[in-house]
């Protein structure tokens, strides 16, 4: 069975930049696509990105509100993917999630299988 551990969140002032880890272990990566979410206090879980396994050509996407900003990518070699976030506004503060998939997903939650903890991601001056 997959396990997903994040770490990498912490706090940032606005403009400053992180980058969110997820360590796959038990299976390869390789062969899910990866998701990350986010979920705000007192809002739904939401998609902000996401990477197609390399069979399904690792193809990325990422919701309109963190475009140009964020950037994942996948280290097979470590079984790890990342989410570089850089020029982090406060709305993005939330606790991020990430999770696989063993099909073709891309935001909607219930298409994943298998979640990490979580990392609380804090922008604030």
């Known amino acids: 069975q997959l396990q997903l551990v994040e770490s990498g969140g912490g706090l940032v002032q606005p403009g400053g930049s992180l980058r969110l880890s997820c360590a796959a272990s038990?299976?390869?990566?390789?062969?899910?696509?990866i998701g990350w979410f986010r979920q705000a206090p007192g809002k739904e879980r939401e998609g902000v990105s996401c990477?197609?396994?390399?069979?399904?050509?690792?193809?990325?996407n990422y919701a309109d509100s963190v475009k140009g900003r964020f950037t994942i990518s996948r280290d097979n070699a470590k079984n790890t993917v990342y989410l570089q976030m850089n020029s982090l506004k406060p709305e993005d503060t939330a606790v991020y999630y990430c999770?696989?998939?063993?099909?073709?997903?891309?935001?909607?939650?219930?298409?994943?299988?298998?979640w990490g903890q979580g990392t609380q991601v804090t922008v604030s001056s």
């Open positions: 990477i197609s396994s390399s069979i399904s050509g690792g193809s990325t």
């Open positions: 038990g299976w390869t990566s390789d062969y899910y696509t």
């Open positions: 999770a696989a998939a063993r099909v073709q997903a891309m935001w909607n939650p219930s298409e994943y299988d298998y």
